[in-house]
């Protein structure tokens, strides 16, 4: 079991639609058709939207994304129109709304990889591949690879792993003209994003990008290398062989599988709130990162 601890109710806003409840975006479409994407303060963890919230998140994922944006602006155009809050929107909307183009989104979730961690250290581990690309022997967990890899899955409902694939697998279901314009503009996107964030003393492991289409162009739609989509690692403690700290999530993760939590993630019951310690670790790493990227103070 796993999902929400508790879906929230979503804001009526007059002129304004109501189209889903992700696990950390709001979507609505304004009377023009355009998306409204409004980013909460809420975390998931183990497959699970926790209760607990962490302060500034929506705001710090919205003006990086926006800053990523503006970067990969040359390699591939985006879907961001404006973010002004909309007419009789709630005032904490301010800084986590994003109106966007309505594209023809495309089901996959576009991954590049550029060191070994998560789910492809653990294909590695069994098969020495990743998404059925052969790696050579010797690498460990945090590795570099030989090059970045294009790595795909399929997108999964809430509380659902994302499924890793084939290339092969996305040619097939969405033609190989296609499937190759995506790992091209992946790859692309990668590649400049890690060059920037190794500048700033931070290495971009993975990271995943969501694409749709605007006509025939394609277009780069979601969020984009924010410590939610992204493995963000600091370069001067990088030590293959271990888990490497990260500028995320991590302290919820562990503390909800230590016995501080009292949780027992192979039961049936939710996880339970997070103590104010996690949640302000948790935050510092989100500014942290937002702050050494950006080169901008967080306020």
Not at 24 to 35: I, K, M, T
Not at 61 to 73: E, G, I, P, V
Not at 107 to 119: K, N
Not at 255 to 267: E, F, I, N, T
């Amino acid at each position: 079991m796993s999902g929400f601890v508790e879906k929230p109710e979503p804001v009526q806003v007059p002129n304004l639609v109501h189209l889903h409840t992700g696990k950390v975006r709001d979507l609505y479409q304004n009377e023009a058709g355009d998306l409204v994407m409004v980013a909460s303060d809420r975390v998931s963890a183990h497959d699970w939207v926790l209760p607990t919230q962490i302060p500034d998140k929506g705001r710090i994922l919205t003006r990086l994304s926006l800053w990523w944006f503006d970067q990969l602006a040359d390699l591939i155009p985006n879907h961001v129109l404006g973010t002004d809050v909309p007419e009789g929107a709630p005032a904490d909307w301010a800084g986590r709304v994003t109106v966007c183009r309505s594209l023809r989104m495309i089901p996959v979730e576009c991954v590049a990889r550029g060191y070994l961690a998560g789910s492809g250290l653990a294909e590695y581990r069994e098969s020495r591949t990743v998404c059925g690309l052969a790696l050579p022997e010797g690498l460990e967990n945090g590795s570099e690879l030989p090059g970045p890899i294009f790595t795909p899955a399929t997108k999964a409902a809430v509380g659902d792993h994302d499924e890793n694939v084939a290339y092969e697998e996305v040619a097939r279901r969405l033609g190989p003209e296609t499937a190759a314009e995506l790992r091209q503009a992946t790859l692309a996107a990668y590649d400049r994003a890690r060059d920037i964030a190794r500048d700033r003393g931070i290495i971009l492991a993975d990271t995943k990008f969501e694409f749709g289409w605007h006509g025939e162009v394609l277009t780069l739609a979601d969020e984009a290398l924010t410590p939610d989509s992204s493995r963000f690692w600091p370069a001067d403690v990088w030590r293959p062989g271990r888990d490497q700290p990260s500028f995320d999530k991590q302290p919820i993760r562990d503390w909800l599988v230590s016995s501080a939590s009292g949780w027992d993630r192979a039961g049936n019951q939710p996880p339970p709130a997070l103590p104010d310690e996690v949640v302000t670790a948790t935050r510092n790493r989100y500014i942290e990162a937002y702050e050494r990227l950006t080169g901008v103070r967080w306020a």
